[in-house]
């Protein structure tokens, strides 16, 4: 049944590879990424992040997001990258899976396209194993490259 | 407590100091009775008994309790005086337990 | 999706339908009703129906053999008995684990629980062990008196069938029972030996249960207040309905009329709401001086009591009784107990008291810990309680009570209580207490050890009770959400623990900070002090920075050294410390800037920072930013501050031993002195109880030898106040013989004084001069040339009756 949801599974809609996905777009570095829409909650611009100390390198720090204390995560980090984006000036996604919040950072976010599943290609080959943990897919757009995010992946503890 | 061995039946002699001394004593008594007695019958039969303690007494209804599951009824011989005392008790309610009152002249 | 949602009701709504059940099948053991066990039957078969709907057929078999085995105790044939409540039991287990995991119900078993089931519904199913419980075979009373509950039913009575032990009452004599019984004629049916109840040989109790049979338009709490019997049971046969709804229920609440229903996530919601709408009402309130609009100001003002008042109501709905607690002690006290051979009797007082829905879990966790405990490690076992001469049954009381705000729960048990050497020596051994500062610390000091993990004097761990990480765990837990635990524990008698907790979360008064820039909050709850630090104050002894503050040393954290790795040396000027007090330690924080004082919601910190002991949460200032909320638990043993001993007039009194120059200065009634430090021989710290009394003559008993002591208020007339439970004595050696000087406390020992021209006021013996100490008029004494003085009038007489009294002991 529909409700069984595996979320250890990287599938990116609820509906594998059948149909279209709706996916938001942002940029961050000059490079633009993309998530599904139904993990994104809200962009909110100018909010200063405080940060947390002793915690977690890939924590960027907390951000008061309608009231909410909300985790940012750099995903750069995660992703082992050196490039980290400006902290002070970034838009803030909050992203939500089930009942569990948290935010990323991007330079700035564009709009939400709709593409269809059989775009998307495999990382595998062009992305480090990190990286391919949170980047499954790429797809192409209009000479543009476009990383997909596993936003669930983001929700994991470590 | 003596206890005599008939064809059919043991009766066991039950003295004051039985009824009036410490209840544990009384009771590990009657556990070893128990593994010895192998009669289909069983009369506890007061003897010269003037005075006894609640506690005695509980024993002796849960001796004859232990025994009907062991398929064994029992008899309870009192003297008369001791009559309208037990009757409190409704013995006669009490299933496989004669209780016969002996006339002492 | 719809489905899902559903399913989700179901699942809560049978969870409450087994909770309810499990209660009443706790009461029944002690107090047999048959309303109870009717109520208990149809949560299985409710439950039984619903499931069968969303194809729940595991969920569904379960209920229905449970449901049968009721139908069957309903029908008379089988009776209720303590084997049966714990198969009932295990089913209402099995069946939550289930429902927690309601999507994978299809692969749980319940084979086993079927076929015990099956075994224990056989009309075959004899007794073989000698161990048996004398109920098993007990008829059922419906049926033996259907014919009395005929007559109750058309009379309008009650019937009751009402047990007691004629062994209980020493005192009470046949005859005196049958002049009771006169008393209650009328309404006996029947009476006699409950022949079903008397135990058998094997069972090593002895007992003479004894039944009436009563038909009474009476309660039956009122009869046996009446009869003046203690019952040993009380079994309803028959209630006339009237009497039913006049019965007082237990803290259960089961009239669901005045209650509705409300999806958890809409509370939060509205209480996030609530809490936004407080930080937005700040903001204004902050502005509105500025508009110079006193209208405008009186109607914010307004809002403002609205909003507060909006806030207290919101946060009362998640306010939770505590009944929903015991309910689950009740039934771990039972499983435990039972596990572990002990016999324990549990006291609830206090479930009406309510608390904060996100307390309830953590005093629920606590409480579980803490019972366990006792259970295991405090209550002894029957034969040893029996040996003690302790009742076989153990207590263990929970009394729960609402003052102002905070909630006070308090868990008494009668076992064997604190084992304060073991704690000692346990404590030591982990290097966290030192042989010499273990004789003199109190038994007060002792318990804090406990808190402390890995500190457990029970050698061994048992897979009830863990590995000693319990007690801080526990703390901790009460600590997040503002609450305190403290043990009191007299050896062999019990362990008495009282735990508080603030009735709701809400709004909390804290102190911001500024530390490197950025803003920080302490709860003001534990500031003791504020202060603006001083260089001089400050040294660095065994690597910990110490501050003096008046005769304490008290240890420093660097709060920009511990959160940003700031060097220390910088940024010592203009810094402030505020001084933190936790139960019985001190310690400071050195930080930047004082900000003021603020009221704050507090906010979680997601799940990334749950290993970060330091925050205990965030909150949101007026300007919309968040802000770290310091953790001064955390901070304390992150650091391990409460393992660096706080120095005392102890090692004050060491110093002077070492220095023998400088003077000592000390208190007594509130008024400082000071005297040279070469003309005391040793300071002793004694207790008031010490001091004994020849004639009128104080004395102490110091190197085996008997040495009177004076009061320096005698001698300047000041006015005496009274005695704390320690004090002082200065100990000094005149003419060939000890004498003191009894006084409050030590307060210094320095190098120079400074002495001050004196007022008329204070001239006398023995007075050198008048300086200024800390501000306060010290005045220099020779006590030297007091005692003297003393020894030669007041203590003469006493050196030749305490000559004469040791040569009488000798004899």
Redesign the interface.
């Given at each position: 049944?529909?409700?069984?949801s595996n979320r250890r599974n990287y599938v990116i809609g609820s509906q594998v590879m059948e149909d279209k996905l709706q996916l938001l777009i942002w940029e961050t570095n000059g490079q633009l990424y993309a998530g599904d829409v139904k993990y994104c909650l809200e962009v909110q611009n100018g909010k200063?992040i405080?940060?947390?100390?002793?915690?977690?390198k890939y924590?960027t720090g907390?951000?008061?997001l309608?009231?909410?204390?909300?985790?940012v995560?750099d995903l750069f980090v995660l992703m082992e990258q050196k490039d980290l984006p400006d902290k002070n000036k970034a838009v803030i996604i909050r992203l939500k899976n089930n009942d569990?919040?948290?935010a990323v950072m991007a330079d700035s976010v564009f709009e939400v396209i709709e593409l269809h599943s059989n775009m998307l290609e495999s990382a595998e080959n062009h992305l480090s194993e990190k990286e391919f943990k949170y980047i499954p897919y790429i797809a192409r757009r209009e000479n543009h490259l476009i990383l997909i995010v596993n936003i669930p992946e983001l929700f994991v503890?470590h | 407590m003596n206890i005599l061995r008939k064809v059919d039946e043991i009766e066991i002699f039950f003295y004051e100091e039985d009824a009036t001394n410490d209840p544990q004593n009384l009771r590990s008594a009657f556990e070893e009775m128990l593994e010895i007695i192998n009669l289909p019958r069983v009369r506890l039969k007061f003897c010269e008994v003037t005075s006894f303690r609640l506690e005695s007494l509980a024993l002796i209804f849960s001796f004859f309790k232990t025994l009907k599951q062991k398929g064994i009824t029992s008899e309870l011989l009192v003297p008369e005086r001791l009559e309208h005392f037990l009757k409190q008790f409704h013995t006669e309610k009490i299933p496989d337990l004669t209780t016969k009152l002996e006339h002492t002249g | 999706?719809e489905?899902?949602s559903l399913i989700s009701d179901f699942v809560s709504e049978a969870l409450e339908l087994l909770q309810k059940a499990e209660t009443r099948i706790l009461e029944l053991e002690e107090d047999y009703n048959i309303e109870k066990l009717h109520s208990i039957f149809r949560a299985f078969h409710t439950i039984k129906g619903n499931s069968g709907m969303f194809g729940f057929h595991v969920i569904q078999e379960l209920s229905h053999k449970s449901e049968e085995i009721l139908d069957a105790v309903r029908s008379g044939h089988l009776p209720y008995s303590r084997e049966l409540a714990d198969l009932l039991l295990k089913s209402i287990d099995r069946l939550k684990q289930i429902l927690a995991d309601i999507?994978n119900e299809k692969n749980y078993l319940i084979s086993d629980l079927i076929e015990e089931i099956i075994n224990f519904a056989q009309p075959s199913h004899t007794q073989t062990s000698k161990e048996v419980s004398v109920r098993e075979e007990a008829p059922n009373l419906e049926i033996l008196y259907s014919e009395q509950i005929k007559l109750a039913l058309e009379k309008k009575l009650n019937l009751y069938y009402y047990l007691f032990e004629l062994l209980e009452d020493s005192n009470l004599t046949l005859d005196e029972l049958e002049n009771k019984l006169k008393l209650v004629e009328n309404e006996v049916l029947s009476r006699g030996l409950d022949y079903y109840s008397i135990p058998l040989i094997y069972e090593k109790k002895i007992s003479l249960p004894y039944y009436f049979l009563i038909l009474t338009q009476e309660n039956i709490d009122a009869f046996e207040t009446k009869l003046g019997l203690k019952a040993k049971q009380k079994i309803t046969l028959h209630l006339h309905t009237q009497q039913k709804t006049e019965e007082k229920t237990n803290n259960i609440t089961t009239n669901q009329t005045d209650f509705l229903r409300v999806k958890i996530d809409l509370l939060d919601d509205l209480i996030?709401?609530v809490?936004?709408t407080i930080?937005t009402r700040n903001q204004l309130l902050q502005r509105a001086p500025l508009w110079n609009d006193p209208e405008g100001s009186s109607i914010l003002s307004r809002m403002s009591q609205l909003i507060t008042q909006l806030h207290t109501k919101i946060m009362n709905t998640r306010l939770q009784e505590l009944s929903t607690v015991y309910q689950r002690i009740s039934r771990i006290v039972r499983d435990t107990s039972k596990s572990l051979g002990k016999q324990v009797e549990l006291k609830l007082e206090g479930g009406e008291v309510e608390l904060d829905k996100t307390m309830i879990d953590t005093i629920l966790d606590a409480l579980v810990h803490l019972i366990r405990n006792s259970i295991d490690h405090g209550i002894e076992t029957p034969e040893e309680r029996k040996k003690l001469g302790k009742s076989q049954e153990g207590l263990i009381s929970i009394r729960a009570s609402l003052q102002t705000g905070t909630v006070r729960i308090q868990i008494e048990d009668d076992g064997r209580g604190l084992d304060y050497e073991k704690i000692k020596l346990s404590a030591i051994k982990r290097g966290l207490l030192t042989e010499s500062r273990a004789q003199e610390i109190s038994n007060e000091e002792l318990t804090e050890f406990i808190f402390l993990p890995g500190v457990s004097t029970k050698e061994n761990i048992t897979e009830t009770s863990g590995r000693g990480v319990g007690m801080d765990a526990v703390r901790n837990g009460l600590k997040k959400i503002g609450g305190t635990i403290h043990l009191t524990s007299v050896t062999g008698q019990g362990l008495k623990i009282t735990a508080t907790i603030p009735q709701t979360v809400s709004v909390i008064s804290c102190l911001l900070i500024l530390v490197n820039g950025?803003r920080f909050a302490i709860f003001q709850k534990y500031i003791a002090e504020l202060l603006q630090f001083e260089e001089k104050n400050y040294s660095v002894i065994n690597g910990h920075g110490m501050y003096q503050l008046r005769e304490n040393l008290i240890p420093i954290i660097h709060l920009g050294k511990?959160?940003?790795g700031e060097d220390i040396q910088s940024k010592q000027q203009n810094s402030y410390i505020v001084i933190i007090r936790l139960d019985t330690y001190y310690f400071g924080l050195l930080f930047d800037e004082m900000l003021g004082t603020e009221e704050i919601v507090i906010?979680?910190?997601?799940?990334?920072?749950?290993g970060?002991k330091?925050?205990s949460?965030?909150t949101?200032m007026g300007d919309?930013?968040?802000?770290?909320i310091l953790d001064v638990f955390g901070i304390a043993d992150y650091t391990g501050i409460h393992t660096i001993e706080v120095k005392t007039s102890k090692e004050i009194i060491s110093k002077t031993k070492e220095r023998g120059k400088g003077y000592v200065l000390f208190e007594s009634s509130s008024q400082y002195f000071a005297t040279l430090s070469s003309s005391i021989v040793s300071i002793e710290r004694i207790s008031t109880q010490s001091i004994y009394h020849i004639s009128n003559i104080e004395v102490i008993e110091y190197k085996n030898d008997i040495v009177p002591i004076q009061r320096l208020e005698e001698i300047y007339n000041i006015e005496k106040q009274p005695d704390q439970k320690e004090k002082f004595v200065l100990i000094c050696k005149v003419e060939e013989r000890y004498l003191g000087i009894l006084i409050d406390k030590v307060l210094d020992v320095i190098e120079s004084l400074q002495l001050v021209p004196s007022s008329q006021h204070w001239q006398g013996e023995g007075i050198l001069g008048h300086a200024l100490y800390d501000q306060k008029p010290t005045i220099l004494v020779d006590i030297e040339a007091i005692l003297t003085k003393v020894n030669h009038n007041k203590f003469k007489w006493l050196g030749k009756v305490i000559e004469e009294t040791m040569s009488l002991e000798v004899k």
């Amino acid at each position: 049944m529909a409700w069984q949801s595996n979320r250890r599974n990287y599938v990116i809609g609820s509906q594998v590879m059948e149909d279209k996905l709706q996916l938001l777009i942002w940029e961050t570095n000059g490079q633009l990424y993309a998530g599904d829409v139904k993990y994104c909650l809200e962009v909110q611009n100018g909010k200063k992040i405080l940060d947390v100390p002793h915690s977690k390198k890939y924590i960027t720090g907390i951000v008061n997001l309608r009231g909410d204390i909300v985790t940012v995560l750099d995903l750069f980090v995660l992703m082992e990258q050196k490039d980290l984006p400006d902290k002070n000036k970034a838009v803030i996604i909050r992203l939500k899976n089930n009942d569990k919040q948290v935010a990323v950072m991007a330079d700035s976010v564009f709009e939400v396209i709709e593409l269809h599943s059989n775009m998307l290609e495999s990382a595998e080959n062009h992305l480090s194993e990190k990286e391919f943990k949170y980047i499954p897919y790429i797809a192409r757009r209009e000479n543009h490259l476009i990383l997909i995010v596993n936003i669930p992946e983001l929700f994991v503890i470590h | 407590m003596n206890i005599l061995r008939k064809v059919d039946e043991i009766e066991i002699f039950f003295y004051e100091e039985d009824a009036t001394n410490d209840p544990q004593n009384l009771r590990s008594a009657f556990e070893e009775m128990l593994e010895i007695i192998n009669l289909p019958r069983v009369r506890l039969k007061f003897c010269e008994v003037t005075s006894f303690r609640l506690e005695s007494l509980a024993l002796i209804f849960s001796f004859f309790k232990t025994l009907k599951q062991k398929g064994i009824t029992s008899e309870l011989l009192v003297p008369e005086r001791l009559e309208h005392f037990l009757k409190q008790f409704h013995t006669e309610k009490i299933p496989d337990l004669t209780t016969k009152l002996e006339h002492t002249g | 999706m719809e489905l899902d949602s559903l399913i989700s009701d179901f699942v809560s709504e049978a969870l409450e339908l087994l909770q309810k059940a499990e209660t009443r099948i706790l009461e029944l053991e002690e107090d047999y009703n048959i309303e109870k066990l009717h109520s208990i039957f149809r949560a299985f078969h409710t439950i039984k129906g619903n499931s069968g709907m969303f194809g729940f057929h595991v969920i569904q078999e379960l209920s229905h053999k449970s449901e049968e085995i009721l139908d069957a105790v309903r029908s008379g044939h089988l009776p209720y008995s303590r084997e049966l409540a714990d198969l009932l039991l295990k089913s209402i287990d099995r069946l939550k684990q289930i429902l927690a995991d309601i999507y994978n119900e299809k692969n749980y078993l319940i084979s086993d629980l079927i076929e015990e089931i099956i075994n224990f519904a056989q009309p075959s199913h004899t007794q073989t062990s000698k161990e048996v419980s004398v109920r098993e075979e007990a008829p059922n009373l419906e049926i033996l008196y259907s014919e009395q509950i005929k007559l109750a039913l058309e009379k309008k009575l009650n019937l009751y069938y009402y047990l007691f032990e004629l062994l209980e009452d020493s005192n009470l004599t046949l005859d005196e029972l049958e002049n009771k019984l006169k008393l209650v004629e009328n309404e006996v049916l029947s009476r006699g030996l409950d022949y079903y109840s008397i135990p058998l040989i094997y069972e090593k109790k002895i007992s003479l249960p004894y039944y009436f049979l009563i038909l009474t338009q009476e309660n039956i709490d009122a009869f046996e207040t009446k009869l003046g019997l203690k019952a040993k049971q009380k079994i309803t046969l028959h209630l006339h309905t009237q009497q039913k709804t006049e019965e007082k229920t237990n803290n259960i609440t089961t009239n669901q009329t005045d209650f509705l229903r409300v999806k958890i996530d809409l509370l939060d919601d509205l209480i996030n709401l609530v809490g936004e709408t407080i930080i937005t009402r700040n903001q204004l309130l902050q502005r509105a001086p500025l508009w110079n609009d006193p209208e405008g100001s009186s109607i914010l003002s307004r809002m403002s009591q609205l909003i507060t008042q909006l806030h207290t109501k919101i946060m009362n709905t998640r306010l939770q009784e505590l009944s929903t607690v015991y309910q689950r002690i009740s039934r771990i006290v039972r499983d435990t107990s039972k596990s572990l051979g002990k016999q324990v009797e549990l006291k609830l007082e206090g479930g009406e008291v309510e608390l904060d829905k996100t307390m309830i879990d953590t005093i629920l966790d606590a409480l579980v810990h803490l019972i366990r405990n006792s259970i295991d490690h405090g209550i002894e076992t029957p034969e040893e309680r029996k040996k003690l001469g302790k009742s076989q049954e153990g207590l263990i009381s929970i009394r729960a009570s609402l003052q102002t705000g905070t909630v006070r729960i308090q868990i008494e048990d009668d076992g064997r209580g604190l084992d304060y050497e073991k704690i000692k020596l346990s404590a030591i051994k982990r290097g966290l207490l030192t042989e010499s500062r273990a004789q003199e610390i109190s038994n007060e000091e002792l318990t804090e050890f406990i808190f402390l993990p890995g500190v457990s004097t029970k050698e061994n761990i048992t897979e009830t009770s863990g590995r000693g990480v319990g007690m801080d765990a526990v703390r901790n837990g009460l600590k997040k959400i503002g609450g305190t635990i403290h043990l009191t524990s007299v050896t062999g008698q019990g362990l008495k623990i009282t735990a508080t907790i603030p009735q709701t979360v809400s709004v909390i008064s804290c102190l911001l900070i500024l530390v490197n820039g950025r803003r920080f909050a302490i709860f003001q709850k534990y500031i003791a002090e504020l202060l603006q630090f001083e260089e001089k104050n400050y040294s660095v002894i065994n690597g910990h920075g110490m501050y003096q503050l008046r005769e304490n040393l008290i240890p420093i954290i660097h709060l920009g050294k511990l959160l940003y790795g700031e060097d220390i040396q910088s940024k010592q000027q203009n810094s402030y410390i505020v001084i933190i007090r936790l139960d019985t330690y001190y310690f400071g924080l050195l930080f930047d800037e004082m900000l003021g004082t603020e009221e704050i919601v507090i906010k979680p910190l997601g799940e990334h920072f749950k290993g970060i002991k330091l925050f205990s949460g965030a909150t949101i200032m007026g300007d919309g930013e968040a802000v770290l909320i310091l953790d001064v638990f955390g901070i304390a043993d992150y650091t391990g501050i409460h393992t660096i001993e706080v120095k005392t007039s102890k090692e004050i009194i060491s110093k002077t031993k070492e220095r023998g120059k400088g003077y000592v200065l000390f208190e007594s009634s509130s008024q400082y002195f000071a005297t040279l430090s070469s003309s005391i021989v040793s300071i002793e710290r004694i207790s008031t109880q010490s001091i004994y009394h020849i004639s009128n003559i104080e004395v102490i008993e110091y190197k085996n030898d008997i040495v009177p002591i004076q009061r320096l208020e005698e001698i300047y007339n000041i006015e005496k106040q009274p005695d704390q439970k320690e004090k002082f004595v200065l100990i000094c050696k005149v003419e060939e013989r000890y004498l003191g000087i009894l006084i409050d406390k030590v307060l210094d020992v320095i190098e120079s004084l400074q002495l001050v021209p004196s007022s008329q006021h204070w001239q006398g013996e023995g007075i050198l001069g008048h300086a200024l100490y800390d501000q306060k008029p010290t005045i220099l004494v020779d006590i030297e040339a007091i005692l003297t003085k003393v020894n030669h009038n007041k203590f003469k007489w006493l050196g030749k009756v305490i000559e004469e009294t040791m040569s009488l002991e000798v004899k």
